[in-house]
């Protein structure tokens, strides 16, 4: 029963995988309309990959790490409030949150390009107050595309921390209670640990994707915010320089796979939802 499984593994990941690790150790030659590949153990371009990209390696990770913090802030209050307040309006409040998410990836970060154009009523709005100078800006910030990655990828932290907060009986938090825990002590001693599988679970879906994301520093980004993703795109697409984007690929799944690993190991998979 396994095999169709195993054989669309194969197909779709497996051949796929080998022909991009061939690819990231070949030669390119040719022209850009018409290049070839020749195959010789190029380990320089994973040399090239580091030295020339470092900083667009380092801005992803660190882009992709806050929009996963800032995303488990916002959707623990929200994943709480439908799991034990929402009573019989939670299946209304969780259509309400999945609802914008039916609109396409890209309508919804051009949209943010909208709202955070500098003659919009957000920048308006917060020069008003003092939080921007009077020639401040939103878009084409590091901040503009941390707030779209945290936009786009929001939901998958809320749909894992919403169903383990859910499976926590509310008779461990009344007992809490009776045992004259506050309510800051039952939460840090209660509902926060029983709900580290939904946050486990949650930020690695947030950040895998985040980290390989392009589109969202090409729309709301500059020069100055590129991320590793927009870079592969350009090689790939326009440069053609097929070793090089290979090699960055492997790249970008290898310091992935680590952090997974070494994350997954510190907290733990057994409960994992």
């Known amino acids: 029963m396994i095999l169709p499984a195993l054989v669309y593994l194969a197909v779709f990941f497996v051949v796929p995988f080998f022909s991009l690790a061939r690819t990231s150790l070949s030669t390119s030659g040719g022209s850009v309309y018409l290049p070839t590949l020749e195959f010789d153990w190029n380990f320089g371009n994973y040399l090239h990959a580091f030295s020339e990209y470092q900083d667009q390696i380092l801005r992803t990770f ?37 609802l914008p998410f039916f609109v396409t990836f890209l309508i919804r970060t051009i949209a943010w390009k909208t ?111 590129t991320m590793i993703g927009n870079v592969i795109q350009k090689q790939f697409l326009v440069v053609k320089d097929y070793p090089a984007a290979a090699a960055l690929s492997m790249v970008l799944m290898a310091i992935i796979l680590v952090g997974v690993l070494l994350y997954t190991r510190a907290l733990g998979t057994e409960d994992l939802v």
């Open 115 to 225: 709202i955070l154009a500098d003659d919009g009523w957000v920048v308006s709005t917060l020069g008003a107050i003092g939080l921007l100078p009077s020639e401040g800006r939103l878009l084409s910030t590091s901040w503009a595309v941390i707030g779209g990655l945290t936009y786009n990828w929001i939901i998958f932290m809320i749909l894992p921390l919403y169903v383990s907060l859910e499976k926590i009986d509310p008779r461990l938090i009344e007992a809490s209670k009776d045992l004259y825990s506050s309510n800051t002590r039952s939460f840090t001693k209660v509902i926060l640990p029983l709900s580290m599988p939904g946050v486990l679970a949650g930020s690695m879906l947030v950040f895998i994707p985040a980290a390989g994301d392009f589109i969202n520093a090409d729309y709301l980004g500059s020069t100055q915010t």
């Open 62 to 98: 660190g882009y992709a790490l806050v929009a996963t913090v800032l995303c488990a802030l916002l959707a623990f209050p929200l994943a709480y409030v439908i799991a034990f307040k929402a009573g019989r309006y939670k299946n209304l409040i969780l259509g309400l949150v999945i």
